[in-house]
């Protein structure tokens, strides 16, 4: 584990990962939907 001068960098480190991991599900399903929709549509 990281130690308490790491910690900081560490958290950052995380929240980012996180907000990555977020929004890239949201784009990705956003995508799906419009490439179903595509699909259906023909």
């Known amino acids: ?4 001068n ?3 960098a560490a ?4 929240a980012g990962f996180i ?3 977020k929004y890239g599900s ?7 939907i419009f490439v179903v929709g ?3 549509s023909h």
């Open 38 to 40: 595509l699909i259906v």
């Open 11 to 14: 958290n950052e480190t995380y």
């Open 26 to 32: 949201i784009a990705c399903a956003v995508i799906t």
């Open 6 to 8: 790491d910690m900081k």
């Open 19 to 21: 907000n990555m991991i």
């Open 1 to 4: 584990m990281a130690s308490g």
